[in-house]
T-cell receptor, first 112, second 111 residues
Framework: NAGVTQTPKFRILKIGQSMTLQCAQDMNHNYMYWYRQDPGMGLKLIYYSVGAGITDKGEVPNGYNVSRSTTEDFPLRLELAAPSQTSVYFC???????????FGPGTRLTVT | GQQLNQSPQSMFIQEGEDVSMNCTSSSIFNTWLWYKQEPGEGPVLLIALYKAGELTSNGRLTAQFGITRKDSFLNISASIPSDVGIYFCAGRWQAGTALIFGKGTTLSVSS
């Protein structure tokens, strides 16, 4: 199993541009999550999904959107990139609520 | 909202020393997880704890779910250079809520 995969690894955006961060998992997990990690801070939850077709906001959802059309994929969309969205983004999945989460390798995004 | 206090913030130790770090919460938690993150990588799960008082080992790592359910501890015995990284605790205080992460303990090991 590849586990949780994320693309791209790195990206530089100009203010106002949009992009989609891709996330896929091959563990047949129902639950998937998007986090952002800023220097010296823990992980902040952006959005999560409990199954295909179901998504919900986390702690810091403003400026982001998600969709979950399949069990495997959970893309994160930035519509109008802002410097405050410069961060490292991690996708994670788990097989049940409250169970251990498995993380992807991350996407480092810079908005200038 | 719920918060986790993780300490120490950083540690500088010699190879072979034992390490101890902990997380405390303001509320009772029902899940504690410990992760390690190396530079440029995602967090990797080390140990998962689901019952108060539970003590679980993974090689040289041992973690405990505090009996009060408001804290958890991670110990690393006989540290080696590859233990270097950031260690995060994460916890959940009730069903239907998201995991909360501590800010991490940065471990440096000198040989």
């Amino acid at each position: 199993n590849a586990g949780v995969t994320q693309t791209p690894k790195f990206r530089i955006l100009k203010i106002g541009q949009s992009m989609t961060l891709q996330c896929a998992q091959d563990m047949n997990h129902n639950y998937m999550y998007w986090y952002r990690q800023d220097p010296g801070m823990g992980l902040k939850l952006i959005y999560y999904s409990v199954g295909a077709g179901i998504t919900d906001k986390g702690e810091v959802p403003n400026g982001y959107n998600v969709s979950r059309s399949t069990t495997e994929d959970f893309p994160l969309r930035l519509e109008l990139a802002a410097p405050s969205q410069t961060s490292v983004y991690f996708c994670a999945s788990s097989y049940g609520e409250g169970r251990e989460q498995y993380f992807g390798p991350g996407t480092r995004l810079t908005v200038t | 909202g719920q918060q986790l206090n993780q300490s120490p913030q950083s540690m500088f130790i010699q190879e072979g020393e034992d390490v101890s770090m902990n997380c405390t919460s303001s509320s009772i938690f029902n899940t504690w997880l410990w992760y390690k993150q190396e530079p440029g990588e995602g967090p990797v799960l080390l140990i998962a704890l689901y019952k108060a008082g539970e003590l679980t080992s993974n090689g040289r790592l041992t973690a405990q779910f505090g009996i009060t359910r408001k804290d958890s501890f991670l110990n690393i015995s006989a540290s080696i250079p590859s233990d270097v990284g950031i260690y995060f605790c994460a916890g959940r205080w009730q069903a239907g809520t998201a995991l909360i992460f501590g800010k991490g303990t940065t471990l440096s090991v000198s040989s």
